[in-house]
T-cell receptor, first 112, second 110 residues
Framework: NAGVTQTPKFQVLKTGQSMTLQCAQD?????MYWYRQDPGMGLRLIYY???????DKGEVPNGYNVSRLNKREFSLRLESAAPSQTSVYFC???????????FGPGTRLTVT | RKEVEQDPGPFNVPEGATVAFNCTYS??????FFWYRQDCRKEPKLLMS???SGNEDGRFTAQLNRASQYISLLIRDSKLSDSATYLC???????????FGKGNQVVVIP
């Protein structure tokens, strides 16, 4: 039981490049989330998916797109990376019964 | 007003001492409250849920004060391994998401 996994762990992009961050969970959770964490800013919600087939914007969705591929997988795409998107990205999931979320190990992204 | 507010610290604590900190939340309708622990360059991990009656898990005690809209965390007999950032987390009422505080940084000093 791996919990929540994320790939890649580290990534360096040039401005304007695109990439997709992958997230998968094996806990049969319905809801999945993407956050970014910047120094002094705390965790900020980018997008979330309450169930397979649905996605909703969070606090900071601009510059990102998401896909809930199936119940297990939720990907985050940067179409044209900008230096302001340099951050640590965390994926999380939660089950039906409680509000507790479980996090993946994160992806450290640098955009130059 | 921010959904969750915490004093970031750092809280420098001698080993073996007790440290306590609070966070305040803005939405009186919030129902679920948590403390998460985050180590440097790692993901947040659930430390404990916070219940209305207060709850204890070993050296950690969490309290909820609905009237004043704050939750607290107390760590007794601090260990070096308790050095971390503690995030106060509250559900956003009527919404499928959580609001995170910026965290209280605790540094336990030998």
């Amino acid at each position: 039981n791996a919990g929540v996994t994320q790939t890649p762990k580290f990534q360096v992009l040039k401005t304007g490049q695109s990439m997709t961050l992958q997230c998968a969970q094996d806990m049969n959770h319905n809801s999945m989330y993407w956050y970014r964490q910047d120094p002094g800013m705390g965790l900020r919600l980018i997008y979330y998916s309450a169930s397979e087939g649905t996605t909703d914007k969070g606090e900071v969705p601009n510059g990102y797109n998401v896909s809930r591929l199936n119940k297990r997988e939720f990907s985050l795409r940067l179409e044209s990376a900008a230096p302001s998107q340099t951050s640590v990205y965390f994926c999380a999931s939660r089950g039906q019964a409680t509000y507790e979320q479980y996090f993946g190990p994160g992806t450290r992204l640098t955009v130059t | 007003r921010k959904e969750v507010e915490q004093d970031p610290g750092p809280f420098n604590v001698p080993e073996g001492a007790t440290v306590a900190f609070n966070c305040t939340y803005s939405n009186s309708a919030s129902q679920s409250f948590f403390w998460y622990r985050q180590d440097c360059r790692k993901e947040p991990k659930l430390l404990m849920s916070v219940y209305s009656s207060g709850n204890e898990d070993g050296r950690f005690t969490a309290q909820l004060n609905r009237a004043s809209q704050y939750i607290s965390l107390l760590i007794r007999d601090s260990k070096l391994s308790d050095s971390a950032t503690y995030l106060c987390v509250v559900n956003v009422y009527g919404n499928n998401r959580l609001a995170f505080g910026k965290g209280n940084q605790v540094v336990v000093i030998p």
